[in-house]
């Protein structure tokens, strides 16, 4: 495929996909994107594992500090910014890395996802949500399925909030959501990294990094964040960390179950990274973290920028 070089690389949590990138962007002239959907907000940066001062300062990174945790970022601003970063950074002559371990934001730039422009209505999903809660998410994907059949022959009838999206759209367009979520490609030659490592060893770690988070000053960031004006009913703060350790800023849970939580939470969070990267897999070379030589991909990358036009 011709076309301008994009890099990817993506994994679960805790996996080492920012030292990667950052190795990849001082060999081969490079910039990063951020990938990760709870990066993108101002104030939180122990808890999303943003990079510190020094990856920041060995490697150019965009979208990174986006909005504040009480704005919105849709799936198609965050496109945008994806497709307007990676060409200024081919305008400078650099490679772009797109890198994260949110599947949806990667598949959406990779696949050129066409995404509905409908703005949350807030009312019709508390009314959804409403009915789930009485008749079961089962009656509510059978809503669905009288709509659009399509959309709703996709969606598990057990996720709630995809199958209130899909009734969203319909809703307030008239139109499916399956119609409206077409897939252009975008005209990038695409060349993509997966890290992996046993899974076991993978929930160490990031049980781990929630310690390292903690020592970091976690706690004293949800504080400050719940003291300045951004309430637990945020949807940023619903973040992993952020929402157990609110809850024991509130009473209802004690420290050490809120750190427990959050470890176990994350654990369910990097299975559901591992399900969207197996099933939106376009051509990912998988490597198994610990094991890998960067040097190596670095060289592989090289190779296949100097031989494919």
């Given at each position: ?118 703005p949350p209505n807030h009312a019709l999903r508390e009314e959804l949500e409403a009915f789930a809660s009485e008749n079961g998410p089962l ?30 759209v319909y809703m307030e367009t008239g139109t499916p959501i399956t119609e409206l979520q077409r897939k252009e490609p975008p ?123």
């Amino acid at each position: 495929m011709t076309g301008k070089p994009l890099v990817v690389i993506t994994g679960p949590t805790a996996v080492g996909k920012t030292k990667l990138a950052i190795a990849m962007c001082r060999t081969l002239n490079g910039e990063i994107i951020n990938a990760d959907s709870r990066q993108i907000y101002r104030h939180m940066d122990i808890g999303t594992a943003k990079p510190d001062t020094d990856e920041q300062r060995a490697a150019v990174h965009h979208l990174i500090d986006v909005v504040t945790p009480d704005e919105n970022l849709s799936l198609a601003q965050f496109q945008r910014m994806a497709y307007a970063a990676i060409d200024d950074i081919h305008s400078r002559g650099r490679l772009p890395l797109l890198t994260g371990g949110t599947g949806q934001y990667i598949s959406a730039v990779i696949e050129g996802w066409s995404i509905p422009e409908v703005p949350p209505n807030h009312a019709l999903r508390e009314e959804l949500e409403a009915f789930a809660s009485e008749n079961g998410p089962l009656a509510l994907h059978q809503r669905l399925a009288a709509m659009d059949t399509e959309a709703a022959q996709k969606i598990h009838p057990n996720n709630v909030r995809r199958i209130i999206r899909a009734l969203e759209v319909y809703m307030e367009t008239g139109t499916p959501i399956t119609e409206l979520q077409r897939k252009e490609p975008p005209p990038y030659r695409i060349w993509q990294y997966a890290l992996d490592m046993d899974r076991d060893a993978l929930y160490e770690r990031a049980d781990q990094r929630v310690d390292l988070m903690m020592e970091a000053g976690l706690l004293d960031e949800v504080r400050w964040l719940l003291a300045n004006g951004y309430p637990a009913s945020l949807p940023a703060m619903s973040g992993i960390g952020y929402k157990q350790l609110g809850a024991y800023l509130t009473g209802d849970v004690s420290l050490e179950q809120a750190i427990e939580d959050t470890k176990m939470i994350t654990h369910d969070f990097i299975r559901r990274q591992y399900t969207w990267l197996r099933g939106h897999d376009t051509g990912l070379m998988w490597h198994n973290s610990p094991e890998m030589n960067p040097d190596e991909l670095i060289e592989q990358t090289a190779t296949w920028l100097r031989d494919t036009p």
